[in-house]
């Protein structure tokens, strides 16, 4: 037979452990007839006649005696395989999870997420890579297991998301900055000296989008790849960082942030993942707390996404 019949190892086994027919076909719930065809094609498909008579029983072959724990150990591995998964148990689990965030997010959550799993599963190991573009080969490639940001064009179709949160751009500013306490016109905005976040030279995001039909121009002053550098040189300048609020909670303490005298769409920030790991227990248990550590008692859930 070029494609075997696997059924035929469960019968096997049971034919194996009870040495009858009749008792193996009780078993499983077939007639004696059923079962001894079944026998019939077991010893066609072998070449052995498996179970001979002697007297009134039958016993085994040489064959059949060389198979009985080989073929008794790959119904139970076959059986395990099938079965649903074990209940997970948090405090034996041993595993690293690989999180690819955006810009801020370790900063803001990443503590509370780490107690948060330290406080489950003690042996669980987190590692935090910056998600430097949108390419999802890494979560394809089951490099990263989990992923964090805006979900945009260059995101694989395949991916599963949930949405996080949504989150605005914030203006921010050293304590004393001429700005503090001011009416902010979207003149006084522009004209400051700004440190861009952007990985693009010459990148014209929303912001300078909304000015533009404004016709009016950003002071770009410095072009940087990460919200931390530019905060820092924000604390250290006059200038001003535009950020997401939520992103930047901790980031931002001891400054001054202010809401943009803009009108700009809201951004959502989800979580991505690989379909492979959707059912993975110990996937569900990651992603369940990374939901409850981002958002906020207060703040009512967004609908799932797919």
Excluded at 87 to 102: E, G, H, I, N, Y
Excluded at 245 to 270: A, C, D, W
Aim: charged content about 20%; aromatic content about 4%.
């Amino acid at each position: 037979m070029t494609k075997p019949d696997l059924n035929l190892l469960i019968t096997l086994n049971v034919l194996l452990a009870e040495g009858s027919v009749a008792r193996a076909a009780q078993r499983l719930g077939l007639s004696p007839s059923a079962m001894s065809r079944a026998l019939a094609r077991l010893r066609k498909t072998t070449g052995d006649p498996l179970l001979v008579r002697a007297g009134r029983a039958l016993v085994p072959t040489p064959r059949a005696l060389e198979l009985r724990e080989q073929v008794s150990q790959l119904v139970q591995e076959a059986t395990s395989v099938l079965r649903p998964a074990a209940k997970l148990d948090l405090a034996q689990l041993m595993r690293t999870f690989t999180l690819r965030t955006s810009d801020g997010f370790v900063e803001n959550f990443g503590g509370a997420l780490l107690t948060r799993i330290h406080q489950q599963a003690p042996n669980v190991q987190l590692r935090f890579m910056q998600k430097l573009n949108k390419d999802s080969a890494l979560l394809r490639d089951g490099m990263v297991d989990l992923e964090t940001g805006v979900v945009g064009l260059a995101a694989s179709p395949e991916l599963r998301t949930r949405a996080l949160f949504r989150d605005r751009f914030m203006g921010v500013v050293r304590v004393g900055h001429p700005l503090c306490g001011e009416e902010i016109t979207p003149v006084s905005y522009a004209a400051q000296g700004h440190i861009v976040v952007s990985r693009r030279q010459g990148h014209k995001g929303p912001i300078d989008e909304a000015l533009q039909l404004l016709g009016i121009e950003r002071n770009i002053v410095a072009s940087v790849d990460g919200i931390s550098t530019a905060l820092a040189l924000v604390r250290e300048t006059d200038c001003v960082a535009t950020v997401p609020e939520r992103h930047t909670q901790n980031l931002r303490r001891g400054m001054y942030s202010f809401p943009l005298p803009l009108t700009l769409p809201t951004i959502t920030v989800s979580m991505l993942w690989h379909p492979r790991m959707d059912a993975d227990p110990a996937h569900c248990w990651l992603r369940q707390c990374v939901l409850e550590v981002v958002v906020a008692p207060s703040e009512p859930q967004i609908a799932h996404e797919d």
